[in-house]
Nanobody, 123 residues
Framework: VQLQASGGGPVQAGDSLRLSCVAS????????LAWFRQAPGKEREFVAS????????KYADSVKARFIISRENAKNTVYLQMNSLKPEDTAAYYC?????????????????WGHGTLVTVSS
């Protein structure tokens, strides 16, 4: 496994969580990174993306102003700070590395995926 996500768990609505994703065996410092999520019975959806030098980020409308994506290339790590969590944020969250250096919402641009970390938000 080249990407390993962690930090998920059960929380209450309004709580915060920070997800981390560490890349091993290779560096992704020249690649955009992203978080996607998949709720039970639903298709995988884009959450947030960050370009290779952290100069540009993009968010899904549903998480804008609540979630923050960041990265530390020296640690081969990407983060997702999730604030004001809602029950509809319940999903398995996946990190992914893009083929490209710029942000993208298209899952087809991402070729390296980590195992998901489950976030459960109760009301």
């Amino acid at each position: 496994v080249q990407l390993q996500a962690s930090g998920g768990g059960p929380v209450q609505a309004g709580d915060s969580l920070r997800l981390s994703c560490v890349a091993s065996r290779r560096t992704f410092s020249n690649n955009a990174l992203a978080w996607f999520r998949q709720a039970p019975g639903k298709e995988r959806e884009f959450v947030a993306s960050i370009d290779y030098r952290s100069s540009t980020t993009k968010y899904a409308d549903s998480v804008k102003a609540r979630f923050i994506i960041s990265r530390e290339n020296a640690k081969n790590t990407v983060y997702l700070q999730m604030n004001s969590l809602k029950p509809e944020d319940t999903a398995a969250y996946y990190c992914a590395a893009s083929l490209y250096s710029s942000v993208s919402t298209d899952s087809g641009n991402y070729r390296c995926w980590g195992h998901g970390t489950l976030v459960t938000v109760s009301s």
